[in-house]
């Protein structure tokens, strides 16, 4: 009878897990209107363990429920519910319990203690960061409930305990730290940009108040003797802080992982760029060594390794300044949506639904071989120390360049290295690393929202799974469409101050730093 045996047994993991969840519930519920959005999560995905502990639903019934995180939470291993839940501790409802919100100079003094202890987590578990360990920088802003399921897909993915993950912020938050910090199943480094909004309200390189406006005329800026009077960029537009902040951002990411960490002085092996509304497939780690092993054999000028490139799912109905249009969006979102529009000019892709798999995954892997170009290979994408030091020497045109894009600043110093070839990638057909940041975040009442699309990328994931971990790579050679070979003349603005390509050539001066231990008392 051991079914009968079973069925006691789930019966009451059924009633104890409804139970903490009712605690849960009754806790969380007495803190209300603390979480920015986490509170709006969990419900949900109290609903989901409900549906999920209900046997009898059936893989069809979850297809055509209404509510789609439902479908998501039944497709995440009970184990891992923990990241999608994990709330900073003492928030018992007790106010006096709760840890105090840090003001500016104590969240500069936090940022500063953390950098310069480049504390690994787990260190002690999974062992030292070695020259070959595959180090993944995870580009992080206020996305909490997406970052969340970024890292339920990478607690997923094979071979994930050998690598480590930076996580990489520009807006310090004790929930979100909190839930890096609960990542138990690799090494983790959190590295804070220290020249963020946040901490820079009203100065440079956030907003100062004797700034000029954005339409200033330059007459009238002159006039006025703003404080960029003299630089307004190629379209005479004059600085938005919110806007330079992204590619500031990832500069300084770069420069902080290859140029100044201790723990990467002689690190050899690649950096894979991921964003905090990425989503990778659990053999993203598989391909990444495949598409580096069919590199070394028969591609030697391929620098780059791609995991995949954008399938278009959803419709924009956009046109037009999107800058100006969407100002009731927050700004993370708004550089978002520019980025998706200046995208969407550059490409005409058909769109997609997890059909395609067939086409896309199979038993021997397509990749592609071509030049490297921004918009096309700026997601999941990797490069060594040799590649760097290309960069490196010419910092230049990337921080001099009038693009708040840094994709397409990197685009124009790869396509202006003396006596070099443009950037070649080497790119995976069948994606493993998906955007699912990219809806949500206009129309609400469409049904185009974060659950829609992360359980698009689920059932995509598991209708291919027969052919994840292919063991062969099929190239193809292609010299990339005309319009993406295109030389860049001039870049989409943006970055005309003199101040924002100041911090970027100076993020390039600081040396090595050595770990400093903290010791608590
Ligand atoms: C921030 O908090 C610290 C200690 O809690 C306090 O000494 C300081 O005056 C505060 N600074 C500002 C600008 O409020």
Redesign the pocket.
Known sequence: MPRLKYASVARVVVILGLFCLWLQIMLSASTGGMYRDGGQDHMIQVQGMLVKTNPIRTEEELMNANDTSEQVLALVPPELHKYLTVHPRNNSGNSTDRIAVK????IKQAIKRFNEAQTIYNEDIFGPVQNDTVIIAIQVHTRLTYLRHLIVSLAQAKEIDRTLLIFSHDYYDEEINTLVRSIDFTKVMQIFYPYSIQTHPHEFPGMDPNDCPRDTKFEQAVKLECNNALYPDLHGHYREAKYTQTKHHWWWKANRIFNQLQSTTGHTGYVLFLEEDHYVAEDFLHILSLLKSTADKSCPQCEMLSLGTYLKTYQYHVNGDKRKKNMNLNYIQQVKLANEQRRKKHENNPTWNFQVYPHLYTATQKVEITPWHSSMHNMGFAFNRTVWNHIMKQQSQFCAYDDYNWDYSLLHLSQNMPGREKFKVIVCKGPRVFHIGECGIHHKKSNCNASTVISKVQKLLQNAKPYLYPTRVSAQVTAGGAKHNKKLVKGNGGWGDIRDQELCTNMTKVGRQHRHMIFYA
């Open positions: 003001n500016i100079t104590e």
